[in-house]
């Protein structure tokens, strides 16, 4: 018996709630789990509760919700390089099949 643990936060809906639910049980009837086995639930976090990247969500939405004449006008750090310029600074790519790329380490195995 699948359960399916889905978290979100508040203010949800109970529209997008019956959605969800109808559309999880759907994709386990798809690969023969009988509808009347799937459990579904979801948890409401209040975005005070909720952190991404070290920052709560509701400052998040705070920030959001500020004009942007009064915004920081303070640069973001640029994005890391994609993983091919990573590569070519020197890592070694294993060649081996079902092998995953090395990362960090004293390079002992």
């Known amino acids: 018996m699948p359960i399916v643990t889905v978290s979100v936060w508040e203010e949800f809906g109970k529209d997008q709630a019956r959605q969800l639910i109808r559309g999880i049980t759907e994709s386990f009837v ?20 909720w952190g991404d990247g070290g920052r709560v969500a509701d400052e998040r939405r705070e920030k959001r919700e500020t ?8 640069q973001d750090k640029p994005s890391r390089p994609p993983s091919s310029s990573r590569q070519q ?10 092998s995953r790329p090395r990362r960090g380490g004293s390079g002992s195995r």
């Open 30 to 49: 798809q690969v023969g789990i009988p509808a009347h086995a799937v459990q579904v639930v979801i948890h409401e976090v209040p975005r005070s509760h």
């Open 67 to 74: 004009p942007a004449s009064q915004r920081s006008t303070r």
């Open 89 to 98: 600074r020197g890592s070694r790519t294993d060649t081996r099949p079902g």
